[in-house]
């Protein structure tokens, strides 16, 4: 994608509504919410997209690939004189970049919202893990990069931040201490330009920011990063009995603005419908998603867990699904503990990146992960400091080692406490034998 006559029939770049030297806008999916979407994000973020990833490099690699690029008839945003001096780069410039990109997304239902939120903790650990492990991305706009994975380029393609928001240029002055809008209109000041109320560390498509569960094994300490959240929501939420975990998170999605919305759900009745917090919610697309019930509904507390990377294979789908949600299943089951600072999952997302990760690299993972009153059953050596954590293989975290025992040991005994009949156990074992070898490195 992004390559010269890449559609067919071939159609050229440079249209209206993503304006990029790459894409023609007829990928763009012909639903007005998908062009609307890749408009807005151009126009609030005050120009287009700004993505880039290194490129592999070997000797006989080009160090400007993008070099024979000339400007557009009409000048607008010329990629000779913007990217030419980009040495190793792969540059991209619109949403269809990423969002083109294809996922495995697994949402799970819990049994009531104080498991819904420690699952969601939980998997907010896995999420650097589980992308590392599903690494499938290696090439973009034609060239193979020095990544494996698409997370970073999905966050880039969707980064509707201004200048201001992302610290390149100072704050314009329309919000008052509480990161609340002091004008009516907090979208535009006076001059039309587009205000901004905070300064924004990442894009709305990016990692988790803060851990959210009341469960007894969390401790203050794990929320470790400065959080970014509108008081006044914040203060709002709890001032109706919302606990403060909680109240902070909701209030951090409220510093985006909409991107997209219908005509017909701008006048709604907030105590009947939810399609206004839904707009906010559906656009901050983070690795683990908190899904309140819809009203009027039978569906309950929901997790969406979103890093895992599409594979070729039905097979090989099948058993990132299967070990994710028999993973889920034995955490909610044995109460397990996977809880370590929130800035080392950071370091995770960024670990993940890395080319060739799964087997080269170590992330940060606890070694303790039976928390006061699990049901696992296995035991684990003692120590001093259950909260310790320590860099880890892929490998080791995935199929163990000497005092650690392995997730996939975990979904094992998980699948003992349940009637699976054998043709199902026999699949189930296939499934994690391709994950235990993917996590080894025996398989590609």
């Known amino acids: 994608m992004g390559c010269k006559g890449f559609t067919h029939p071939v159609r050229l770049p440079h249209g209206d509504v993503a304006l990029s030297d790459f894409l023609p806008d007829e990928i763009i999916n012909p639903h007005f919410r998908f062009s609307t979407l890749t408009k807005n994000i151009r126009l609030r973020r005050g120009e287009k997209v700004d993505i880039n990833l290194p490129l592999f490099r070997d000797k006989n690699t080009p160090p400007y690939p993008f070099k024979s690029l000339e400007a557009n008839s009409d000048g607008h945003n010329s990629s000779k004189n913007r990217y030419e001096d980009r040495e190793y780069n792969i540059h991209m410039d619109a949403m269809g970049f990423g969002m083109g990109l294809c996922c495995l997304q697994c949402t799970f239902q819990a049994n009531n919202i104080t498991e819904a939120r420690f699952l969601y903790d939980q998997l907010v650990v896995l999420s650097p893990i589980m992308l590392c492990l599903s690494a499938a991305a290696p ?16 966050s880039q393609s969707v980064d509707d931040r201004t200048a201001a928001e992302r610290g390149v240029t100072p704050l314009f002055p329309n919000g008052n201490e509480n990161g609340a809008s002091s004008t009516k209109n907090p979208l535009e000041n006076p001059k039309g330009e587009i205000g901004s109320r905070f300064v924004i560390n990442k894009s709305r498509y990016d990692s988790v920011d803060c851990y959210i569960s009341a469960d007894h094994s969390f401790k203050p300490e794990y929320n470790d990063l400065p959080l970014v959240f509108d008081k006044e929501i914040c203060k709002q939420l709890m001032d109706n009995g919302v606990d403060e975990l909680l109240s902070r998170h909701i209030a951090h999605l409220f510093i985006r603005d909409p991107l997209v919305i219908y005509s017909k759900s701008i006048e709604l009745d907030d105590s009947e419908e939810t399609d206004h917090f839904e707009n906010i919610q559906s656009t901050n697309w983070q690795t683990v998603r908190f899904k309140p019930p819809p009203p009027h509904s039978s569906i309950g507390w929901r997790v969406e867990f979103r890093p895992q990377e599409v594979q070729i294979t039905d097979f090989e789908n099948a058993a990132y699904v299967a070990f994710i949600v028999l993973l889920v299943r034995a955490i909610a089951a044995f109460g397990l503990n996977f809880y370590i600072p929130i800035s080392k999952v950071e370091t995770n997302m960024a670990t993940a990146h890395k080319r060739g ?7 940060y993972f606890r070694k303790h992960i039976i928390k006061e009153g699990s049901t696992l059953p296995i035991t684990l050596p003692e120590t001093k400091n259950p909260d310790f954590f320590e860099p880890m293989s892929i490998n080791e975290i995935i199929n163990g080692n000497g005092e650690f025992p392995g997730l996939i040991t975990v979904v094992r005994l998980y699948l003992r406490t349940i009637s699976v009949d054998l043709e199902g156990t026999n699949i189930i074992n296939r499934y994690l034998d391709l994950i235990s070898k993917r996590a080894s490195g025996e398989l590609m």
């Not at 090439?139 to 999905?154: K, T, Y």
């Open 357 to 363: 990760a799964v087997t080269s690299e170590k992330f």
């Open 139 to 154: 090439a973009f706009n034609g060239l193979l990069a020095d990544v494996d994975v698409r997370w970073s380029v999905i």
